[in-house]
């Protein structure tokens, strides 16, 4: 999630980059030009935040998936932008894909007759 809101900041700089460089093509005072032209420039800066936003839809959507599906389970989950999946901590603080996870989020798999959890190599 936080790379979504590093790709925003960097729009948002983008934005008022261009606007700073027509200002001093221009000739023209940086301030007094996004005064007089406030809408204009809201409405460029809610523009590129809107297509950052529709350019990572897939990740919003799966980061917020995964979140509740760390709640249901009462576990930390975490969702890989690099991967595209969603993960979960272990018990010793690693994160793993959920969907090839065979046991509990506190590390008990079930089976009692050795003490070998064989994911997790305890």
């Known amino acids: 999630m ?12 983008a934005v008022i980059v261009l606007i700073f460089a027509y200002c001093r093509f221009r000739k023209q005072g940086f301030w007094s030009f996004v005064w007089h032209q406030l809408k204009w420039v809201s409405l460029a800066v809610v523009a590129i935040w809107l297509i950052i936003a529709i350019l990572c839809w897939n990740h919003l959507y799966s980061a917020t998936q ?13 969702y ?7 993960q979960i901590e272990t018990p010793r603080g690693a994160y793993i894909p959920i969907n090839k996870t065979r046991s509990l989020p506190d590390g008990h798999n079930g089976n009692d007759t050795d003490n070998v959890d064989e994911y997790f190599g305890n």
Do not use: D, H, P, Q
Request: hydrophobic content about 45%.
């Open 2 to 13: 936080w790379l979504f809101w590093l790709y925003e900041f960097l729009g948002l700089v």
């Open 66 to 78: 995964c979140y509740f599906r760390g709640v249901s389970m009462k576990a930390n989950t975490k």
């Open 80 to 86: 890989s932008i690099y991967l595209g999946e969603c």
